[in-house]
Nanobody, 118 residues
Framework: QVQLVESGGGLVQAGGSLRLSCAAS????????MGWYRQIPGKQRELVAT???????NYADSVKGRFTISRDNAKNTVYLQMNNLKPEDTAVYYC????????????WGKGTQVTVSS
């Protein structure tokens, strides 16, 4: 059974930092692209960052220079370090896993709330 469990969300002041973690189980972690997405009520879920097992990464333009995605394959965990947080970063952040080669079914965590106050 696939499980993606996010942690690390919370309330932070603008300009502050948070680190999100996603612990994955039930997948071959090294064969999956891991990612972070976020969703604001009334808006479609959007890409924040993705990290392939071989090192390629992608970031949304809105977070470039502020967020860093990383993964620890030995721990089956992906992280999102969020610095210089802005109120517009407020959202539910979801962990995502997708097989790198087959582009099969995507798996999602239940999400963790990040709230940035001004």
């Amino acid at each position: 059974q696939v499980q993606l469990v996010e942690s690390g969300g919370g309330l932070v002041q603008a300009g502050g930092s948070l680190r999100l973690s996603c612990a994955a189980s039930g997948i071959i972690f090294s064969q999956n692209r891991m990612g972070w997405y976020r969703q604001i009520p009334g808006k479609q879920r959007e890409l924040v960052a993705t990290a392939y097992s071989y090192g390629m990464i992608n970031y949304a333009d809105s977070v470039k220079g502020r967020f860093t995605i990383s993964r620890d394959n030995a721990k089956n965990t992906v992280y999102l370090q969020m610095n210089n947080l802005k109120p517009e970063d407020t959202a539910v952040y979801y962990c995502n896993a997708r097989h790198q080669y087959t582009h099969g079914v995507e798996y999602w965590g239940k999400g963790t709330q990040v709230t940035v106050s001004s």
